[in-house]
């Protein structure tokens, strides 16, 4: 387990989420985001894997037998079943306000 403060684990995904973008700078081009930005079939992507992800380990994690008899264990695999299906609503909402503020939907 890990005893970062908060500030340092942001500051650790931050970094890492920096990295990831320059990578994609890297492979892709400076105007690799313009196929992923909300209202396009990148972004709708996302959308779709961030639901079949949550599916997923509901289905087959929360719902294992060997996860249902450890409380810690379970919780866990909760909050990965919350956090999955909390970041699809916020992808949701971004990307029908970006179909409807006009831009492509690919």
Do not use: K
């Not at 396009?40 to 289905?59: I, K, P, S, W």
């Not at 994690?61 to 008899?69: E, F, I, T």
């Not at 379970?74 to 409807?100: C, I, P």
């Amino acid at each position: 387990m890990s005893t970062s403060t908060p500030d340092a684990t942001a500051n650790e995904v931050e970094q890492q989420r920096q990295e990831a973008v320059n990578e994609m700078i890297a492979e892709h081009g400076p105007n690799w985001t313009e196929q992923f930005a909300p209202g396009t079939f990148g972004c709708h992507e996302l959308l779709d894997r961030a639901l079949l992800a949550a599916a997923m380990v509901e289905e087959t994690v929360l719902s294992h037998p060997a996860c249902a008899q450890n409380r810690e264990w379970y919780a866990l695999a909760e909050q990965a079943v919350a956090a999955l299906n909390e970041l699809y609503q916020r992808v949701g909402a971004e990307h029908l306000a970006g179909e409807s503020n006009g831009l492509p939907s690919e």
